[in-house]
């Protein structure tokens, strides 16, 4: 298995152009601060959602392994079975947060930052509920 965020080509390319983006854009500093999460551009909020949203997808990831791990053991083909839910379910969240954050800020900048923001509490969720596998 590619992992969670692997398993959505689109994705993947809207995460690399964004940080292209964010790495190739110059952040203006505050006369107050140097830290991009006190900026209040749309740029900076992103910036600052990045590490949130890799920290849920590293969780979930981790966890959706162990229980993957633990059910190929004793039913393989409950785990078949939660490989492809959880297939459905990565579409299902993207394109739920993707309208999410259309819906919310149309044409805006900050429509990434309230995607990300969408996965990382999407990912969240389905960690507790996979954990629930686990006993």
């Known amino acids: 298995m590619k992992g969670i965020a692997g398993m959505a080509p689109g994705v993947v390319g809207w ?8 790495a190739l854009a110059p952040v203006h500093a505050t006369e107050d601060s140097e830290d991009p999460c006190q900026q209040g551009s749309a740029m900076a909020a992103f910036m600052c959602q990045g590490p949130v949203w890799k920290a849920a997808e590293q969780e979930l990831q981790g966890t959706y392994d162990r229980v993957m791990a ?5 039913d393989p083909t409950l785990a078949a079975e939660l490989r492809d ?16 954050a259309r819906n ?3 044409g805006s900048p900050w429509t990434g930052f309230w995607e990300s ?8 969720v389905r960690t507790e509920w996979l954990k629930s596998f686990e006993g």
Do not use: T
Request: glycine share 2%.
């Open 117 to 124: 923001e969408c996965q990382a509490e999407q990912a969240r």
């Open 104 to 106: 919310r800020v149309q």
């Open 70 to 74: 633990s059910l190929k053991q004793y």
């Open 15 to 22: 995460i690399l152009a964004m940080g292209m983006a964010v």
């Open 85 to 100: 839910a959880q297939r459905l379910w990565i579409k299902l969240r993207e394109q739920d947060c993707s309208l999410y």
